[in-house]
């Protein structure tokens, strides 16, 4: 095919966004030339529709009907099956809707994306119909994932199984609350931010972000290619052990990856055996400005409870903790801005897997629809934009220049404690508000959550959120972050924990 070619109003715009100042003749001069390197373009694209590439697999799909979708959890429904006989043979997945399926409809919480439909499978989708899984449908998730509650999505709140009147948490909101709810039995979400722990903390269940590269990112739409993570939401330790046994390891395809990279049985690491290991309760994660008391002393029993199977457990100090969150901050701002929205998802730059449509469909897409992008998009747009304009990234490449300072001060704290522990959230679910996800004055309550959690993904280290029991009827969560690639004893710890409180309570069924 032939690729459109610039209009001279198109040349004017492009010169004075670089500040040039052409004169008339300079203007026909240089377009001549960019229309001929477009031909290079051309070229490209005749050699990419060459290219022998799978059918896209006709597969079937629901949209759910919202009378039975009570939640408002599911985007689309599914069962989608490979005959494989595995260590998930018969259990029922959810995928958050930010990862390619087949064939499936994918929307990310957003008007910008909505409509697409992959043409491959994500890594971690084909990793798991080969250990036997069915694919039960795509859990919604937050607009473009970007908050920490479950307003923002373009197909409308998702409601918290415990209590219906409450948010789920987010981003990878539609995943947790399908869990909690026994929907399904397992689930898929990411996290760049908290957008796994914080879920699973607010709806009682257990949410694992790997090490940074662990699991491939391959499909799945990117923010920020330093803090990208997909990870397993589950109801018990032991099956997220088994699916990220499933879903370690490289793929070849994804520019997060830097061999080596171990793979083993994270299940068979469930050994028991924790005697001897050494827990660090983390003071800085304590006593944050908007913490609820009553759930802070809860986590800090928790965690006194592993002297009750011969771990010592002890306070420690990390006081880069309380400065991390700004680090994250900007990286996901500028990161995000310059690569998921100025740059279509993926960017540019580097080795591995691109989606060539999904880029073309979103560029598209969100221009036309940008009025409807949830609050927190716009300001992470606008905020971005200005700090790579204005400020031309020099803020983005401080935060990058401070994050090994930050990881070498976990690092530190980690040579001395086999695992750290502090609260996932400061405090439980909070009633959903009313308003539009539009409204500028919603933007803390979607942001307001991950001052534990964002920390971990700008440093890579391997956290959970176990449950650690009710406050006022509402789930808190216990968060243990580990070693870096020793997801291994951060599974054995949370798992010994679970096996200490006699497993975790479900969450009650709402009324029909």
Known sequence: MTVSRPSP??????????????????????????????????????????LDRPQVPEREYQFPDPAENRLGAWYVTTRITSGANGPLSGRQVAIKDNIAVAGIPMMNGSRAVEGFVPGLDATVVERLLCAGATVAGKSVCEDLC??????????????????????AGGSSSGSAALVAAGEADLAIGGDQGGSIRIPAALCGIVGHKPTHGLVPYTGAFPIERTIDHLGPMTRTVADAALMLTVLAGVDGQDPRQWP??????????????????????????????????????????????????????????????????????????????????????????????????????????????????????KVTALCGHYGLRTLGGATYAKARELVPQVRAAYDAALAQYDVLVMPTVPGVAKVLPEGSPRDVALIDRALGKASNTGPMDITGHPAISVPAGLVDGLPVGMMLVGKHFDDATVLKLADAFESLRGGFPAAPRFES
């Open 260 to 377: 080596p990279i171990p793979t083993l049985d994270y299940h068979e690491a469930l050994t028991g055996d924790v005697a001897g290991l050494r827990v660090g309760i983390l003071a800085e994660g304590f006593g944050w400005p908007n913490s609820l008391p009553d759930s802070d002393d809860l986590v800090r029993s928790a965690a006194q409870r592993f002297t009750e199977i011969g771990c010592t457990v002890n306070e420690v100090n990390v006081p880069w903790h309380r400065s991390a969150l700004h680090l994250l901050t900007v990286i996901l701002t500028d990161g995000g801005t310059y690569q998921m929205l100025d740059g279509n998802g993926y960017g540019l730059g580097v080795p591995g897997f691109y989606d060539p449509e999904l880029m073309a469909r979103f560029a598209t897409q969100r221009a036309a629809k940008s009025d409807e992008f949830s609050s927190t998009v």
């Open 9 to 50: 109003a198109d040349l004017d715009a492009a010169a004075k966004h670089f500040g040039f100042c052409l004169d008339a003749d300079e203007q026909r001069g240089y377009l001549a030339a960019v229309t001929e390197t477009l031909k290079s373009y051309d070229v490209v694209d005749q050699l990419y529709d060459r």
């Open 146 to 167: 970007c908050s920490g509650s479950s307003f923002t999505s373009a197909s409308g709140p998702v409601r918290n199984p415990w209590d219906t009147d409450r948010e």
